[in-house]
């Protein structure tokens, strides 16, 4: 019954795409290789709704045809279409993976399904299918080229083990031996792309390790903004001291970028807290308000405490991240969409929880007055005598409120770029290269500033309220005086100094941030 089992399947699955000329080492797998064909990886141009014949006639392989190719596809749908409705839903995977030899549990089933069901009817009519099986087939690509570090077309077990090791996990010859065998049906102890294909065409895999590697770490720049979702490290960077030194490095680049782009950020506090339609301020006469105030060292006021709290928040909110980690059940070095965005956001509000009077200190420096203030202790010891421990909390529900629209908007921007980049993009390698990662983290960082921005403002002029320096707002009724007094615009008060300071902080963090790498001896991917 085995045999039947194995032999079924390359039979069905072996055929599902067509074959390049002979001689390439990748066969039916790379797009741009010789021969001319159709990419049988592309992704299907979007489906307009006519009948699937016609579609897949319109998108033929030169070397095997239309009809042959929808034969193929129709072959495998029909064998998984068990109940032969016309769709494939979990129970229908679930016996025709069987019958091909495979097992899968249903939380596996429900990715596959949640994947490729476009109309979200929970299940996958043929067109569903098979742009599943393009757009898997395409990733599965990727991570074959990345393990095959000998550019032969063949993964043996010693690029297992060395793919394993560059991710953090050291495993024997022996049990490489043991991952080959689950995958190698002719005997040879060496992986094929169609061996590979065949394996994991019909197993969901949204975290392929070799892929985040390229893209891990790229968010630690800084925008001037707290980065809600922490980066993830393996087992192995944690144990070789390597997490700690990329965070020193992260600290000293974030602390460099705040303390070049302050005038702009001391600006957006004064527009935040000032600005208003009886007055013109704007950002030229914003800053020559605070030269003439207090003279060009005033442009800094409030940095010292900026710089100050990266350090705590950081490392506060990474560790706050791995317990979370762990409460949440997870056994994987890095999380899904869903269980990072409440990782990450839960781990936001602790850290902005511990550090939150540097916040308060930071924006009553920037708002104040030449000599009012002898330095940072000074004004903390000013606000507790003449407000009361509470006044180092002032504004936090808008701000704790404001990490869930910055985190969930960071994170699904960052994650749909990063992904339309793979889809387009990403042929022989699934390496991007800084630029394509600078430009991902800084456009969702900023929209996530767009969409929390109204809950900042909100923050610093709660912030800014004085004890008998006018009357005590809270946030719902900070919010409709702003609307009624200013407008919608009012809620944007300082938005352009904010943005003005993102693309400068992110070049800067990053030269700054490579150079302290090396000088730590740090070397990532």
Partial sequence: MMHQRRSLMPLILGNVFCQYQAGDPYSGADPGAGGGGHDPSEVPPPFTGQHTSDYLSNYCCDICGGPEQEHRFKVLFQVLDVNGDGGICINDLTIGLKKLGFHRTEHELMKIVKAGDKDLDGQLDFYEFVHYLRDHEKKLRLVFKSLDKKNDGQIDSQEIIQSLCDLGVHISEEQADQILKSMD????????WNEWRDYHLLHPADNIPEIILHWKHSTIFDVGESLIVPDEFTAEEKKTGLLWRILVAGGGAGAVSRTCTAPLDRLKVLMQVHASKRNSMNIASGFLQMIREGGTRSLWRGNGMNVIKIAPESAIKFMAYEQIKRLIGSQQET????ERFVAGSLAGVIAQSSIYPMEVLKTRLALGKTGQYKGILDCAKNIFKKEGAIAFYKGYVPNMLGIIPYAGIDLAVYETLKNSWLQRYAIDSPDPGVFVLLACGTMSSTCGQLASYPLALVRTRMQAQ?????PQMNMTTLFKHILKTEGALGLYRGLAPN???????????????????KTLGVQTK
């Fill in 499 to 517: 943005f003005m300071k993102v693309i400068p902080s992110v070049c800067i963090s990053y030269v700054v941030y490579e150079h302290i790498k």
């Fill in 335 to 338: 999380l899904g969409i869903p």
């Fill in 185 to 192: 049906k002719n005997g040879t102890m060496t992986i094929d």
């Fill in 466 to 470: 004085a004890t008998g320096g006018g």
